[in-house]
């Protein structure tokens, strides 16, 4: 999800799917400061100006200043002046934003528009419980920026708006798309004759290929047995469906004893036994394992599509690493081969007591413009969240390789969420995975120690609860 402060460094899964860093003071928010401020000033509405922004009204916009930088704000700041000459733009940006404005949401005087990302980010449990944020309902059903007939939720790639959904109210917008998948070296490949397998009896005829050429099948990040996590529950997602999806997640009763997780389990488990897994894999960090992957020592490496951008410094010239989906585990999976597990970050807020509630939500109807989006993907080299951003865009082989997968997935895109909602439960799956690739566990006792897990969650009235 989010890049560090430091210069250009990019996020491993659980600091994309952690739950929000918590900001303890911001639980003041919800009593202190005067509840009587006005109400945000708004203009007349028009096809021009659809949320009714005060066309001379000052927008102040915070962001994040991390491995993206800003000058993708600006520009869309650019756009906003254009638009509405008259205001005055106060950018901001900062790295740790839960520091900066804690203060300012305590006191009910919030910028109009907020980047909550990076580390010390505002604890958005504690905004959304404090009624803190403004519905962005609105905005997602106003025209978008680059097409009047076209709303602007209508522009965003799957489970954008989901992610952003609290308690049925859309809270938060979020700017990247992050993808999951199995990645390999298309000139390696190239070179041997190897096809990327679309079934899991395809992978492992491959794998013993690619052991019988001195190679080590797969690796992984050994020391967070989470990114290996990825392959199998897409592929346990593939097989069931949403509705093993939402049974994970909504804790239902035996969810992860499904023939799916089942199934899935068994094949990363066949994967260990027949050795096709490099040795020492376990000992070896993120940095290490892909290090290695890119030197040759291995043929595959789960990761999300940050990869590419995280091994630019010692990646071997033509070694054209690309993304592929997790191969399908039966002839009747209810998802598509194509599609992938996929989740959106990099959040944007509008404060619900912002002076220019109206222009904040505005600046993110230009944001997320096609025109704005694809000035950040040539960039970034990160995927926007918005449908059709880098079409026409000459990409690196990796972000081509997850466009086109994000392409193929069309609707069969989808996430889990148990990792947000439930800390203790994503741990517990981590730690079963880590002992099942590594030989310790049956795919059964891995079912059975996860839903031990999933259970002692389900029945702890402390612990807030969700639904999908």
Not at 81 to 101: C, F, M, S
Not at 365 to 384: D, M, V, Y
Not at 456 to 463: F, G
Request: with cysteine; glycine share 8%.
């Amino acid at each position: 999800m989010n890049p560090s402060p430091s210069a250009k460094t990019y996020p491993r899964r659980r600091t994309i799917l952690k739950a929000l860093a918590t900001t303890p003071l911001l639980s003041a928010c919800v009593t202190s400061g005067n509840d009587d401020q006005p109400s945000s000033p708004t203009g007349a509405k028009s096809s021009q100006n659809p949320l009714g922004v005060k066309e001379d009204a000052p927008l102040e916009v915070v962001i994040f200043k991390g491995g993206y930088g800003d000058d993708y704000a600006r520009k869309a700041e650019d756009l906003y002046k254009q638009r509405y000459p008259k205001a005055t733009i106060d950018h901001k940006g900062i790295q740790k934003v839960g520091e900066a404005l804690q203060p300012r949401f305590v006191a009910n005087t919030p910028p109009d528009v907020v980047d909550n990302t990076g580390a010390g980010r505002l604890d958005l449990a504690t905004l959304v419980g404090a009624k803190q944020l403004a519905d962005l309902a609105e905005l997602l059903d106003a025209p978008s920026f680059d097409d009047p007939n076209t709303k602007v939720r209508d522009t965003l790639l799957p489970g954008v708006v989901e992610d952003g959904t609290f308690d049925k109210q859309v809270l938060t917008l979020n700017f990247t798309y992050t993808v999951w998948g199995v990645w390999y070296s298309k000139s390696l490949f190239a070179g041997k004759g190897w096809t990327y397998p679309k079934t899991w009896d395809e992978m492992l005829a491959l794998c013993a290929t690619i052991k019988g050429a001195g190679i080590a099948p797969w690796t992984y990040q050994g020391k967070y047995p989470e990114y290996m996590n990825d392959p199998l529950l897409t592929m346990a997602a593939k097989t069931g469906g949403m509705d093993l999806v939402k049974a994970v997640d909504n804790l239902e009763p035996n969810a992860w004893k499904a023939d799916g997780l089942k199934a899935a389990a068994e094949a990363f488990a066949e994967l260990a036994a027949k050795g096709y897994i490099m040795a020492g894999s376990e000992a070896l960090s993120h940095t290490e394992s892909q290090a290695a992957w890119c030197q040759g020592k291995a043929a595959f490496i789960p990761c999300g599509s940050w990869l590419e951008s995280e091994q630019k410094d010692v990646t071997p010239k033509g070694f054209d690493m690309v993304m592929g989906a997790v191969p399908s585990r039966t002839s009747g999976d209810k998802l598509s081969g194509a599609g992938v597990q996929a989740t959106s970050s990099e959040s944007f807020i509008v404060p619900a007591k912002a002076k220019n509630v109206a222009g904040g939500q505005e600046y993110l109807r230009i944001l997320f413009s096609k025109q704005s989006a694809r000035s950040f993907a040539e960039t970034a080299g990160t995927l926007p969240a918005v449908a059709g951003a880098t079409d026409g865009l000459t990409l690196s082989s990796g972000l081509g390789s997850v466009r086109d997968a994000v392409t193929a997935a069309g609707r069969d895109a989808f996430t889990y969420r148990f990792r947000t909602w439930y800390a203790p439960l994503a741990k517990a799956v981590d730690d079963a995975t880590g002992e099942l690739i590594n030989k310790r566990a049956t795919a059964a006792e891995w079912a059975d120690r996860v839903q031990k897990a999933a259970d002692a969650v389900a029945k702890d009235s402390s612990v807030k609860k969700y639904t999908r």
